[in-house]
């Protein structure tokens, strides 16, 4: 089929070019008189590399022929003359670039409007209805919009290139493009997105030049291609990146992954190299040795702080209302900031602009519906709302997650002896909600409002009941145990955005974004008499509350096709306040912190070496009003492509982070972290710098990748109450410890892009160290260190069938072990047991492994457009016990370890449709 | 051409190589904990000072108990003057030296040598407490005949306890009876496995106040009550120190290179009388 596919297109190229067979003077200036041997593919790289001339055919198809031949001083032409006569193939110079592309023959032209197999692949926009065009415009500025043919809704980020060049730009966000110095009005473009056909478009002189719409057709069925890519994108034609360290993922295609009760766009990230995959419990990216903090996610502009739903078990945001993703695993450009490790940038969809159309998901987890409203082509709209259930799913991952029955904090608040009256009201649900409305005030510009709100409830509260009535003047007592955890965000963005030209585009960014986490494990007793009623209340009870209010500017100028320009501003207020008292007296701490951030940016962007070298370079600048400092952060990156199929680059940059989320030792279930701003006493601004290199080689059917990185990370948070200061007043506030670390590794990515089968395996060895004064000299591993990590996914498609499977292996975290007990008595005639420990991380839990399978059905239903599509997956599937934490018990003087483990076997089902 | 190719492909793989040697190299993991050892000390004014050292009980060790360690040389810094303690067997040292008053305020440091290491701490004693006062001097228990939950509490009016705190200090009321032998309010609560008195106590706290319920007292007669001054070293004894992976960390102790306690401590005592 991929063979009938490119003798369609090459054939009808064929056409195109036929008139401009002309055989230059220059290349029948070149001579050969070499043998050659191997195939017509190396053979044609051979005359290529001697002649200097490019010869662009496909790999694919001219493999296979092998052939031996010794020119006798014969031009290129006669010697591909030669060749042409004994192998099926034709081919044609290009008087403009020089190129000579070399195509099989094809006895028939291909029709465009044939929905033949052959079409399923690829898109073709304004084919050639005659077989001789001449260009009438030359060296000219190509610009418009890319949509979604079905749904018109912009496509972010699609990449496009002018076949035989090294010409190349991507669409912004909304989806404007603009190519300058198309060398001539009869090139071809190819665009290619993640989740569309690659679509090739025929420029000729009757198209217009400006505000030129191409509409790109999602894939469909038994396409071929793979699902998330990787570094280098699904490029078929052009193996140029101008940014690496990049991975893209298709919401559309989420659904052909094993998935564990939700389709989750930040879990399948997980299956990429440098992404950890071995925390079930957190949804968060542990990114090339960093720490989910340290990630910055940007949904449609403003910053989610919290991307956990039911412990981390799923993310906040619902694919449903997923446009695009991209992850920056570091290196980013100066465009982000304020993060030390990577940048999770999410476009929300804005909904269908033809028709109303909606759908919904169903799995033993939760429900899932939204709903796409148009009105008049110049407004559209969606709304998106997901809750969970407490089904059979549900309720096993919320066991399984729910350790506050067995946390401690403190003491008992109630004697046990009330522990016979108990009622238990154990309950639990996460929501979100998407809405986005997007209103087009002209053809090139856009004004959208997205809204979100998100939230996990959790209640293990129970009640010991009314008591009496007594005698006397007592009346009644009554105790109330809570158990209450509360967190979620909530984010709104009102952006205005315009191509105010070919060469420039601004957007203006207002965002709001709140993030709340509040716990209250307290005890309330009440006592009435005739004559009082005494409230007691013991306990703790933990608030966090974030607010960013933030302004953005960017504008985006082109000079030339090779050079651009970025730049913008950002001002930022945030507030951050957080308390943690106890016994409802006493305060460990309480802050309440607010400072504005002022940031600009430049971001040079500069193609070198006839596109070869792309070199970006930029600075950020950030003024912090609460450490009264202006940070400057350099950032270089540059990508070389030393070969049309090898890659080289490199990333370098400073980056720093004023708003860190400081994780508490000293509590095991709820909220084990909070988000305070940084200051510049017992919480600094906090540094990295990344030092990034790697190499892609890229075939149209393969990806090989390798990159090695260095991150150096200082004045980096941790809060324990572990050590006593040694003053004589107390302060919790120095409970704060500050100290450094590195994180180290190299990824390796094996990707199978075309075929039945494909899928990728990669393997990453990593390495993420800390040092703290308070544990001592020497660098212990971090808690996310992760050693070796294997992936492998594999996604086969027959038919309406999508069968997938992924396997993870991952080397075991560290932990810090129980070593010995020891006892103290203490000054009222008790005696207290404790527990030594090792040195910080020095003990290793096993490794971590799992199999996941899925199989995807998609069918017809109703009517003419609607979809259904019936899910099946099995997580774990040979039921490994992979060990999430160990719990500790001493008994008679032996420490017993009790391994709790992540997630068994875990079968789930789902039924989605869409119309 | 081709020969650039290789030769940047060489590069690269070289540069790669080179890169994933950096990554292996051996990860040092610092096994050999050096805290075996266990400081026990508290310093009331005016008592006679003593410490006791013992090793703590490895998981992996034959011993059933805390093995005593009585080769030890300790010092006490007190007033620019230094002092050495005997061993006095079974892991206890004690000085001997009526000269040695110590008083609230003193600074007092300890060193202590042995098991190849040196450990070192400091501490402050802390004031008296001052105008600790209660708002009654008796309190009249339940009638428990008719069982506790069943509800025959007759008064539920709580002894406040009040005293200064301008520094925001710990404190805490432990309340025992003066005559170790007093009856039991509730027959129920029988002494402990190893017959000691059962005492009540809450946790140390910043705070000025303490409201102490009826049924916090276990004894008929006179009870004292004991507030106690603590510095935050002692205090920090009382937190979780974690039982999982994911929380367990090593106790809170102020010694450098040991762990244990060597702390300062003042109290006051009021009478409250049961009945």
Redesign the interface.
Known sequence: MQKKLFYGITFSVFLFFGFTKLHSQNVNEIRFNKLYVGSLAQIFDSLSSASGKKIIYDRGIFSSDRAMIRPSNETLMQVLDGLSKTFRFTYLVDNVSGNIYVYARQNEFVDVEDESETQSNISVINPRTQQSISPAKYNYTFSGQIKDRTTGEAVPFAIISIEGTNIKTNSNVDGYYSIIRVPNDTCTLIISSVGYKLTRLYLSPDLPSNNYLIELDPEVLNLKAVIVTADKRNLVLSSTSDETNLIKVSPKKLAELPQVGEKDILRSLQLMPGISASNESSAGMYVRGGTPDQNLVLFDGFTIYHVDHLYGFFSTFNPNAVKDLSLYKGGFDARYGGRLSSVCDITGKDGNQKNIAGGGDISLLSMNVFLEIPYKEKFSSIIAFRRSYQGAMYEKLFSKFNTSSTAQVGRAPVSNRFAESFTSTVSSYFYDINGKFTYRVSEQSNLTLSLYNGSDNLDNSNNPGMMGPGTGSFRGFNAQNNDLTKFGNTGASLKFSKQWTDKLYIYNLLSFSNYISNRDRTSQTTIETDTSTNTFRTGTLENNNLTDFSYKNDISYKFSDRHSLEGGTQLTQLQVKYSYSDNDTSKFLDRDNKSLLAAYYLSDHLKLLNSRLLLTTGLRSTYYQLAGKVYFEPRFNLNYKITDNITLGGSWGHFFQFVNRVIREDISSGSRDFWILSDTSHVPVSTAIHYIIGTQYETPDFLLSVEAYYKDMKDITEYTQRIVPARRQVSYEENFYIGKGYARGIEFLIQRKTGIINGWISYTLGEARNQFDVYGKNYFPAAQDVRHEFKMVGIYKYKNWVFSFDWIYASGKPYTRPLGTYTLTMIDGNEQSYVAVSAKNSGRLPAYHRLDLSATYDFPLFNRGAKGSLGFSIFNLYNRKNVWYKEFQVIEGIAVENNVSYLGITPNLSFSIKF | ??YC?KR??RR?IF??TL??C???ED?????N?S?NI?V?S?LFPGNTIGVKV?R????E?AD???QPVDTCQIMFTWKEKTYRLNPQGNGYYALIDSSLRIRAGDTIKLQLFGERIKINS?T?IPSKPSNFKSSATSIQMPDFSGG??R????????IEFTWSNP??S?YMI?V?PVDPSAKLINPNDTADNEG??R?F?N?P???DNY?LQPFQFRYYGYNYV?L?HL???????Y????????????????LENA???FTG?NADTLKIYVY
């Open positions: 051409m081709r190719k940047a492909i690269i540069f790669l890169a994933t950096i990554s292996c990860e040092q993991i610092f096994e904990y805290k266990v026990e508290y013992h703590i009980l490895h998981f060790s059933s108990a805390m400091t402050v506790f939950n509800g025959a509490f007759q008064n539920f009016e709580p520094d925001n710990y432990a025992e000691r008195i005492v106590r946790e706290a910043i705070s409201h004991i106690y510095n935050p070293e002692y205090a920090a004894l937190k979780f120190t974690g039982n999982t992976s994911l929380n367990i960390k090593e106790p809170t102790s102020n762990l244990g306690i401590i």
